[in-house]
Nanobody, 125 residues
Framework: VQLVESGGGLVQAGGSLRLSCAASGRTFSNGYMGWFRQAPGKEREFVAAITWSGGSTYYADFVKGRFTISRDNAKNMVYLQMNSLKPEDTAVYYC???????????????????WGQGTQSTVSS
């Protein structure tokens, strides 16, 4: 399984970015896709997740109402639309995938076996 993120960049506070994750290497008919982020000196934290089959979505409290996760099953793509960005959203954003049971729940990065290389998103004040 390969995951490749894109779409990061530099934006001013209040602006928007759309991250994309291209998945390949297997049939993506079930399982979970997540977005996590890691800022310098901080632990990797959950941002949002979605199920491939039913499209159920999950969000961290700090992004509710600002970020939207979505998927395109036909293209094997997962997106993270980020609006009303704040300087504290600055981080490397990672796409992750898991196709078996989540060992520690959908919000725990240790549940995911496959990771992309990350894409930097910087929000200036």
């Amino acid at each position: 399984v390969q995951l490749v993120e894109s779409g990061g960049g530099l934006v001013q506070a209040g602006g928007s970015l759309r991250l994309s994750c291209a998945a390949s290497g297997r049939t993506f008919s079930n399982g979970y896709m997540g977005w996590f982020r890691q800022a310098p000196g901080k632990e990797r934290e959950f941002v949002a997740a979605i199920t491939w089959s039913g499209g159920s979505t999950y969000y961290a409290d700090f992004v509710k109402g600002r970020f939207t996760i979505s998927r395109d099953n036909a293209k094997n793509m997962v997106y993270l639309q980020m609006n009303s960005l704040k300087p504290e959203d600055t981080a490397v954003y990672y796409c992750a995938a898991q196709f078996s049971a989540l060992r520690r729940g959908i919000r725990d990065y240790r549940s995911y076996d496959y990771w992309g290389q990350g894409t930097q998103s910087t929000v200036s004040s």
